[in-house]
């Protein structure tokens, strides 16, 4: 089941040059899609049209079968973002403020935003985090708390904008590892990547973008073979003709 659509998308920049350049794509509910590239390729100017923070300058952008143009409030309840800036989407005096801040603007009674939060907390493995000010974590929980504040909008989609930057190894496992859990619950995943090598192996698809287009899109291990002329690392894996391996047991 499809679950976005956008049909000849562009974006132009105040300069007259165009960000993304006719994009066509079709994403199905559930999958798990990397989406790579060289910096300024336009992914993460792409990603930002699918909630709104963008609108489109030509083209069309359907979120299940919605247009986000006529109706950005509900692509914004659908679709999740986690930046890769995590302290740029901090917004609570503490955790709980945070996580509780898109229910209360949704206007729900104050006892489902309670629920909701608490049961957003949990699932992240922060439950004792309530109290906490969120500008004092570190960059794995602060992304954490990003996850919590979508799970608690039950947003369909999740979208993560470079999640693997400035982490360490443990705090890159620990966010993988509830990337798949989400995954398997059944969620849509869009993720970009500098780093195939952490991510690829869980993901169902992935697409290369360069100059603003779609160069490459489909199976991972098929698509990854010759990735540098793109600008993208392609793994040490599949450069031995060995199977893509998660970083995870």
């Known amino acids: 089941m499809e679950i976005i659509r956008t049909e000849n998308l562009r974006h132009r920049f105040s300069d007259g ?22 910096n300024g390729c336009g992914k993460t100017t792409f990603l ?10 030509e083209g069309s952008v359907m979120v299940d079968g919605i247009s986000v143009t006529s109706d950005p409030r509900r692509a914004r309840q659908m679709v ?16 709980y403020d ?11 009674e104050r006892a489902e935003v309670r629920c909701r939060v608490e049961s957003a907390l949990e699932s992240v493995g922060l439950s004792s985090f309530g109290d906490r000010r969120p500008h004092l974590l570190s960059g794995g929980e602060k992304r954490r708390v990003a996850i919590a504040g979508i799970l608690a909008m039950q947003s369909e989609i999740f979208i993560f904008d470079e999640p693997f930057s400035n982490l360490d190894y443990p705090g890159v496992c620990s966010l993988l590892e509830e990337i798949r859990r989400l995954h398997r619950r059944g969620h849509t995943i869009l993720l970009t990547t500098h780093d195939l090598e952490k991510v690829l192996a869980h993901a169902d698809r992935l697409i290369i973008m360069q100059q603003g287009k779609i160069v490459r899109d489909g199976l991972p291990e098929e698509c990854v073979k010759g990735s ?3 600008g993208v690392r392609e793994p040490f894996a599949s450069r031995q003709g060995m199977e893509l391996s998660s970083w995870l047991n």
């Open 48 to 57: 930002r049209h699918l909630n709104g923070l963008l609108m489109p300058c």
């Open 98 to 108: 945070d996580v509780a801040f898109g229910p209360e603007n949704l206007c729900l």
């Open 228 to 230: 540098d002329a793109f």
């Open 80 to 95: 999740g973002m986690v930046f890769q800036d995590a302290d740029s989407q901090i917004v609570g005096e503490t955790v």
């Open 17 to 38: 040059t165009y960000g993304i350049d006719g994009i066509s794509i079709s994403i199905r509910k559930g999958e798990f899609v990397i989406i790579a590239g060289a």
